[in-house]
């Protein structure tokens, strides 16, 4: 699967759930569609808190169409730390970071393995 970008919509979402659930980290799964993600989903039993956020991966969807994962960083560090590193191979191949103050250019996007990737913004 190689995802070219997100959907203006979901990514408006994933900045909004920032700023709800700040001083807290929220985490869950993307789904695509054509190569665009266009979907959010939070996964029953994750826990939350100020400095990390835990997915239950058996509680992943079996689905041909999952692309990785997003989370947010409360503390404006949009690179990922040596957890997310050891997390993202297990949860897809795209991972996005939201970060503080969760404005439109306060998210970044990665592959599995850390290193960064740009997707374009569709509308």
């Known amino acids: 699967m190689r995802v070219r970008g997100i959907h203006q919509a979901l990514l408006d979402l994933l900045l909004e759930l920032g700023r709800d659930n700040h001083p807290r980290e929220f985490a869950g799964v993307l789904r695509e569609e054509d190569g665009v993600i266009t979907e959010f989903s939070l996964l029953p039993g994750t826990v939350t808190g100020g400095e990390s956020a835990s997915l239950f991966l058996d509680m ?38 939201i970060g503080y103050p969760y404005k439109s250019d306060c998210w970044r996007s990665y592959r599995a393995d850390g290193s960064p990737v740009a997707l374009e913004v569709v509308e």
Request: charged share 10%; aromatic share 8%; hydrophobic share 35%.
């Open 60 to 97: 992943m969807p079996l689905d041909t169409h999952l692309a990785g994962s997003a989370h947010s960083h409360p503390n404006g560090v949009l690179s990922p730390s040596q957890a997310d590193i050891s997390f993202f191979p297990r949860a897809g191949t795209y991972h996005l970071i």
